[in-house]
């Protein structure tokens, strides 16, 4: 199941990060400012009411900004990465953005795939981007945004 994030998810999404990320993970701190703000989305990904991963994304004007995909390690090939980045793109739409950015590691080719299976394209590049020396790949998607009226 997704569903949007709330504050008493800090602590599960923070654990997650950990998994996740390692010495990249965000504190605690940090992943509560992306649940506070008119410009920031979270939905988090629940299996039998137990958090397996989390998207955030900070839509600003026209522009839609994926911050994080996470999920943990146990569910990783298993779609929830892929439903994430759905409502990631769905909330873009719903919010009249007209492309969506992201960074990803340029090793990290698991998710390189799931980018670009839902339509990312690299656009540049940033050396020596990540703690452990990696590049990270910038990618872009073009949406259509939704037009009342």
Known sequence: MIRPGSPGD??????????AFGADAWSPTQVAGELDGPTRHVVVAEDDGVVVGYASLMVVGDTADVAR???????????????????????????????????VASDNVAAIGLYEA????????????????????????????RRDG
């Open 10 to 19: 800090v602590d599960a999404l923070a654990s997650l990060e950990d998994a």
């Open 69 to 103: 995909i996470a999920v943990v390690p146990q569910q990783r090939r298993t779609g929830v990465g892929r439903r994430l980045l759905s409502a990631l793109l769905g909330e873009s739409e719903r919010r009249g953005a007209e492309r969506v950015l992201l960074e």
């Open 118 to 145: 839902g339509g990312f394209a690299a656009i540049a590049t940033r050396p020596h981007y990540y703690r452990s020396g990696a590049d990270a790949v910038v990618m872009e998607r073009r949406v259509a945004p």
